[in-house]
C-alpha cells in the first residue's frame, strides 16, 4: 500500500469529521478534484501553498482505499500526483497529524512515510 498525503487548515477536517467527509478545500473545488500529495512531493507543497499559515494538519490516507476515484496525473516537472474524483470519506484518513509552522515560516511536517 501506499500512503497519500493532504495537508489542509484544522478547522476545514472538524467540519469533514462532523460530516462524515471531506469535499474539498477552495482549490480542489474549483479544479475538480482533491489535490493530495506522496511523502516525498508533500514538503514542496507544504512550502509553495502553505507557508505562513498556521494551525494545520495533514490527513493519511492509503491509495488503494480510494479506488478508481484516485488518479495519478501529471504536475509540477512531470511529477505524477494523486488526485481524487471524489469526496474523501472522513472514515478512510488513517491519521491525522499535526503540522505547526517552523522557523522559516514554512508548515514543519511529521515524517511521512
Known amino acids: 500500500m501506499s500512503r497519500i498525503y493532504k495537508i489542509l487548515p484544522r478547522a476545514e477536517w ?6 462524515g467527509r471531506f469535499e474539498g478545500s477552495a482549490i480542489d473545488l474549483q479544479d475538480g478534484y482533491i489535490h493530495f500529495s506522496t511523502a516525498a512531493q508533500a514538503p514542496e507543497t507544504a ?7 498556521a494551525d494545520l494538519v495533514v490527513l493519511a490516507v492509503e491509495a488503494d482505499d480510494l479506488g478508481s476515484a484516485l488518479r495519478w496525473e501529471p504536475s509540477r516537472g512531470g511529477d505524477l500526483f494523486p488526485h481524487l474524483y471524489a469526496a474523501l470519506d ?3 484518513v488513517r491519521a491525522v ?7 522559516d515560516d514554512v508548515p514543519a ?5
Open 47 to 53: 512550502r509553495r501553498h502553505f507557508a505562513g499559515q
Open 90 to 92: 472522513a472514515g478512510l
Open 109 to 113: 511536517l511529521p515524517h511521512l512515510a
Open 97 to 103: 497529524l499535526e503540522a505547526p509552522l517552523g522557523p
Open 14 to 19: 472538524a467540519a469533514a469529521e462532523r460530516g
